[in-house]
C-alpha cells in the first residue's frame, strides 16, 4: 500500500445572495430559514414541498462551534438541503456592523457544512413579527420567547415565495 488515501471531500459550502441560483443547487427536501441575532438564533423549518415556512427553535446562543453543532443537527434530523439566512442591511442598503457579523457566520458556517447559504433581506422582519404578536395581544414576555422563531418564519416564508415565483 502507497498511502494514497482517497481525497477528503471538500465539506465547504456556498453563500450565495441569488434564489435563482441558490435554488438550482438544492436537491428535494426542507430549508432551515435563520434569524441571527447577536443573543439567540430563531430558526424556522420549510416543508418538504418548500411552500410553508413554521418556527422551528430558538437557539440561546454560546460558543459559535456549540451553536453550529445544533443548527447541523437538526439540518441532517429534517434533511434540510439548504439554509436561509436573514441579512440585516441598512435601510438604504448599505452594510453595518450587524450585516458584517452575518457574513462571517455564514462563513464559519459554510467551513462547517456543504449546505448552501442563501443570504436573504431581512429588513424589518423583526419589527413585523413583533407588530403580528402585539396584534395577537400576545404578552411581552411570550413575545420574547417567541420573536426571533417568527422572524425566522418570515425570513423563510419569504425566500420561498420568491423561489416559487422563479420556478418554470
Known amino acids: 500500500m502507497t498511502g494514497n488515501a482517497p481525497p477528503t471531500p ?8 441569488d434564489a435563482a441560483v441558490f435554488a438550482a443547487l438544492l436537491g428535494p427536501g426542507r430549508l432551515i ?8 438564533l430563531g430558526l424556522a423549518l420549510s416543508d418538504v414541498t418548500r411552500s410553508i415556512a413554521s418556527a422551528l427553535e430558538t437557539i440561546r446562543r454560546t460558543k459559535f462551534r456549540d451553536d453550529a453543532k445544533r443548527l447541523l443537527d437538526l439540518a441532517g434530523e429534517h434533511a434540510v438541503q439548504g439554509f436561509v439566512l436573514g441579512f440585516p442591511a441598512n435601510l438604504d442598503g448599505s452594510e453595518g456592523p450587524r450585516a458584517q457579523a452575518t457574513r462571517a457566520f455564514a462563513r ?3 467551513a462547517l457544512s456543504a449546505l448552501p447559504i ?6 424589518l422582519t423583526t419589527a413585523e413579527a413583533e ?4 396584534a395577537a395581544d400576545t404578552s411581552r414576555r411570550r413575545r420574547a420567547d417567541v420573536i426571533d422563531k417568527l422572524a425566522a418564519t418570515l ?3 419569504g425566500a420561498l415565495d420568491r423561489m416559487r415565483r422563479l420556478a418554470p
Request: hydrophobic share 45%; glycine share 10%.
Open 10 to 17: 471538500d465539506l465547504r459550502g456556498v453563500t450565495l445572495d
Open 33 to 40: 430559514g435563520i434569524d441571527a441575532g447577536s443573543k439567540t
Open 108 to 110: 464559519n458556517l459554510n
Open 118 to 123: 442563501l443570504l436573504w433581506d431581512e429588513r
Open 131 to 134: 407588530r403580528m404578536l402585539i
Open 155 to 157: 425570513i423563510l416564508q
